[in-house]
């Protein structure tokens, strides 16, 4: 039970803050939204924590292809090859510093601006000859295509072992939509689309390694039985996928076909993230031997975008989250979860929801050490949560995936052919 204190201050943040979370890592969009708008409910995946200002000036078209890089099997060696997208901030930064650490893993890092993914791993001394680092533009269907042709050249004939989807957008103070360079609303083209245009370019050539594994990052945002996802509205709700049956293009921007909401377009490029997990899994892990999974790493509620926030708000909101929704986990742990979803043994099996410490399904109760346990936050062992319903709805995910066949541009000759469990 929470003394009245707790309440009086969870009132407080809420009413006065409503903190931003859920962070963005690819392509933003010509603006980040205001960060004074969001739920401190709303649990965070990644963090941008080398962007120089709130408000970031348009970054333009994907135009200009990347030279290839050769002879990468020299480089990597013996060891595993790894692609993490998002790798040079927050979440995908702390875990490309994991498996880099381990000696196990040569790591792709998969990022929209080359110069700075080289400054990120030189400043967090990446261990030499341990990474490359790669133009992927995923708000750009071409860019995802020219970025999958470089990976090949520069591995050659050694298969791709696992791929790390991490890099999301999240604009939910936006008054219209932000558009990619396809037409595509920014949250759908960036979190959903290219992810899913590059894992499906690289199955086949991931079936061919042994042991390999491709992770997804999910949201409690999307899921309706947590505190975040089901309490904090909006809700993620696909619908009938209305928009998304009239080609999810400009003016389309919701792919429920209703009016444009950010933070909802988020939450539901949430859920096809998990559902796309879901249906790889049943499409195509008996026949490629992949093994497919979703995670929700925890809350990471101390990150420099809350720099433009009152000096009281940047004190108090992390040990909010630590005391009283016990939601807390920090950039480090956060991307040493991710990291074990990727190399840990327990992990080897296919269709997995993981995360730790409750999942965030409660709010934190406290236990003998005096902090409240329970919510997703720091510490805990791993396991294998649940879904909602609306995620496990296996006829919507089954429309959703065959619908973002045709979205994403993949042909019928490009698609892989498997048996569903």
């Keep these: 039970m929470f003394e009245l204190h707790h309440f009086v201050l969870f009132a407080l943040v809420v009413a006065s803050s409503h903190a931003f979370l859920a962070l963005p890592t690819g392509r933003l969009a010509s603006r980040v939204s205001t960060l004074s708008s969001l739920d401190p409910l709303t649990p965070a995946f990644t963090t941008p924590s080398t962007l120089a200002s709130l408000e970031v000036a348009e970054i333009p078209s994907?135009?200009?292809?990347?030279?290839?890089k050769v002879l990468g099997g020299i480089k990597i060696g013996l060891r595993k090859l790894v692609v993490v997208t998002g790798a040079s901030s927050g979440l995908g930064r702390e875990c490309t510093r994991e498996l880099v650490n381990s000696g196990k893993y040569f790591v792709i890092m998969a990022v929209r601006d080359v110069e700075k993914g080289k400054a990120v791993a030189k400043k967090f001394n990446f261990p030499e000859n341990s990474y490359t680092v790669m133009k992927l533009e995923l708000a750009s269907l071409q860019s995802v295509r020219d970025f999958v042709a470089n990976l090949k050249a520069f591995k050659s004939a050694r298969?791709?072992?696992?791929?790390?989807?991490?890099?999301?957008?999240?604009l939910p103070k936006d008054p219209k939509p932000s558009w990619s360079d396809d037409g595509y609303e920014m949250s759908m083209a960036v979190n959903h689309l290219g992810h899913f245009l590059l894992v499906n370019l690289l199955l086949d050539d991931m079936k061919k390694a042994k042991g390999a594994r491709c992770v997804i990052v999910g949201s409690i945002t999307g899921n309706s039985n947590t505190v975040g996802g089901g309490l904090v509205y909006p809700r993620a709700d696909l619908g009938k996928l209305?928009?998304?049956e009239q080609g999810g293009k400009q003016p389309?921007?919701?792919m429920d076909g209703k009016n444009y909401d950010g933070a909802k377009a988020y939450k539901d490029s949430k859920v096809m993230n998990m559902m796309t997990v879901s249906e790889l899994h049943r499409r195509y892990h008996k026949s490629t031997g992949i093994t497919f999974a979703s995670m929700y790493p925890g809350c990471i509620a101390?990150?420099?975008?809350f720099r433009e926030k009152r000096q009281w708000f940047r004190k108090i909101f992390p040990l909010f989250m630590k005391y009283v929704t016990g939601g807390y986990v920090g950039e480090q742990e956060a991307g040493q979860r991710l990291a074990q979803v990727v190399d840990d043994p327990i992990c080897s099996k296919s269709g997995v929801y993981w995360s730790w410490?409750?999942?965030?399904?409660t709010v934190g109760r406290y236990d003998k050490s005096g902090k409240p346990k329970g919510a997703g936050g720091s510490g805990g062992e791993i396991f294998e949560n649940q879904q909602s319903d609306a995620v496990q709805d296996r006829e919507t995910a089954m429309k959703m995936f065959d619908l973002s066949y045709d979205l994403a541009g993949i042909s019928e000759k490009e698609?892989?052919?498997g048996s569903s469990d």
């Design 242 to 244: 209305k928009g998304m």
């Design 159 to 170: 298969p791709l072992t696992h791929l790390v989807c991490n890099a999301a957008v999240y």
């Design 415 to 417: 698609r892989m052919k």
């Design 302 to 305: 101390e990150t420099q975008l």
């Design 62 to 68: 994907y135009q200009d292809k990347e030279s290839p």
């Design 252 to 254: 389309i921007a919701m």
């Design 357 to 361: 410490n409750g999942g965030a399904q």
